[in-house]
């Protein structure tokens, strides 16, 4: 046998010289932190809850031990051995692919059900009885409830990314399946944040777990700048254009607040952008299924630079390529400004994220910087008109419409980058 682990680093988390060979054609030298915490405690059978910030690799914390606790022993008549519940479809198929990179050199296999796609290729796959199954809780239930999986031999459950699985309404399917898992499983829980809705479900459904917290204070990404623009909601698209034919983003991801908002940006952009107007494609949740696995897969390929998307399906894309987050629409939810910061800045890797914040927004901002901990910093570009002309002019239109008519004149501002390092009171800065 190859001797393995010269000097690596995933050496003592107790994993197979087999599952050690993976991990090291895989790139993985050193573990993360919540790898190197979650590994050993997973392997040793007992159930953990592991809070870690996005990009910190907590997929193969918990796919390292499944594939360990699967192959040291074998599972009883051909049922799912472990099941891994994520919130959207295209996670579904990331996890997928993790698994079957590191489970090479072993017989396990792994299937994807999720919704969108048609299910009769999904039943002919379970029935080769694959030993993993990850999917979305309501395309599991509905193989559950015709039949086609069956979970009475389930010995692990994961639940991955469980803050957003019960943000966006998955509790009652979450729960339904859980109760028909065997009592004797283990339960695995990964979130960036715990809040109580996710204390709950821990409670109520894991045993005496093992809490490993890895977010520190500072939630969002070290390796990230963080900027913010005051801009009038006409003037927003603007300055999406110019900041794009500024910044030449390696990949970028346009966060809209909703799947029509996506839509209009998306088909705006792709009219402007005189150069190479498919390099921008959207993403978001009434797509066909088809349509967002090919945006995807173009998108990780590199040949789409500019993905408009929607928060629902924009969390947890991996895609070590993104360079730039532009939060079209200012986040609603706290934690979802995390979430979408942390779609660069990959595994230490550097990314800038910018935020449109328009002058009515600004509670939200100071809501999201409380959170952080951390206050943004302004920053305009030289030249661009960012306001209308009279900032105490009512706003007009609702977000992101109608800009075409908005030629404002001078700007309340100096035009040069306000990269201010001063930290004066927060509300005074607040300028907006
Ligand atoms: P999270 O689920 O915490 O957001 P992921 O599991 O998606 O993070 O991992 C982020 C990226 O880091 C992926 O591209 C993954 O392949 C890579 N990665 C994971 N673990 C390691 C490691 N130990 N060394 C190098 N890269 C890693
Ligand atoms: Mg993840």
Redesign the pocket.
């Known amino acids: 046998m190859t001797p393995v682990g010269d000097g690596s680093?995933?050496d003592n988390l107790g994993l197979s010289p087999t599952t050690l060979e993976a991990?090291r054609r895989?790139?993985?030298?050193?573990?993360?932190p919540?790898?190197a915490g979650l590994i050993p405690r997973a392997i040793a059978g007992v159930d953990v809850l592991g809070q870690?910030?996005?990009?910190?690799?907590?997929?193969?914390?918990f796919v390292l031990p499944i594939l360990e606790r699967l192959t040291a022993a074998p599972g009883r008549d051909k049922g799912v051995r472990a099941i891994v519940l994520v919130p959207t479809r295209e996670l579904a198929v990331?996890v997928r692919d993790?698994f079957e990179?590191l489970a090479a050199g072993s017989h396990l296999r792994c299937v994807a059900v999720y919704g969108g796609k048609p299910i009769k290729s999904q039943i002919d796959k379970l029935a080769k009885h694959p030993e993993v199954v990850v999917g979305t809780p309501g395309r599991v239930l509905d193989h559950m409830s015709r039949g086609t999986l069956m979970l009475g031999t389930l010995e692990i459950v994961t639940l991955?990314?469980a803050d957003r699985m019960l943000d966006i309404g998955f509790r009652p399917d979450i729960e339904k399946i859980l109760r028909r898992c065997p009592q004797s499983r283990q339960t695995l829980l990964?979130s960036?944040t715990v809040p109580p809705p996710v204390a709950k479900l821990a409670t109520r459904y894991m045993y005496e777990p093992e809490i490993l917290d890895f977010s520190t204070n500072e939630i969002a990404v070290e390796t990230i700048e963080q900027f913010y623009f005051t801009v009038a909601p006409t003037r927003k698209f603007s300055l999406l254009e110019k900041l794009l034919e500024r910044e030449e983003p390696r990949q970028a991801i346009v966060f809209c607040r909703t799947k029509r908002g996506t839509d209009k940006i998306h088909e705006r952009l792709q009219r402007r952008r005189k150069v190479a107007a498919d390099d921008v494609a959207c993403i978001h949740g009434d797509l066909a299924q088809s349509v967002r696995d090919r945006v995807m897969r173009q998108f990780r390929e590199g040949l789409v630079r500019v993905l408009v998307a929607t928060d629902v399906v924009g969390r947890?894309i991996?895609v070590?390529g993104v360079s730039h987050i532009v939060n079209y629409d200012i986040p609603e939810f706290c934690d979802d400004y995390v979430h979408r910061v942390?779609r660069t800045g990959?595994?230490g890797r550097e990314g800038v994220a910018y935020t449109f914040v328009t002058p009515e927004e600004g509670p939200q901002l100071t809501r999201i910087e409380m959170r952080i901990d951390k206050l943004l910093e302004r920053i305009e570009i030289p030249g661009f008109v960012a306001l209308d002309p009279s900032p105490t002019a009512p706003a007009v239109q609702p977000a992101a419409s109608g800009e075409a008519t908005a030629p404002a004149p001078t700007p309340p501002k100096p035009a040069t980058p306000l990269l201010g390092k001063k930290r004066g009171p927060k509300r005074i800065r607040r300028a907006l």
């Open positions: 680093g995933f991990v895989a790139g993985y030298s050193q573990p993360t919540v790898q870690a910030r996005t990009g910190t690799g907590k997929t193969a914390s990331q993790e990179k991955d990314e990964l960036a947890g991996d070590s942390g990959r595994m």
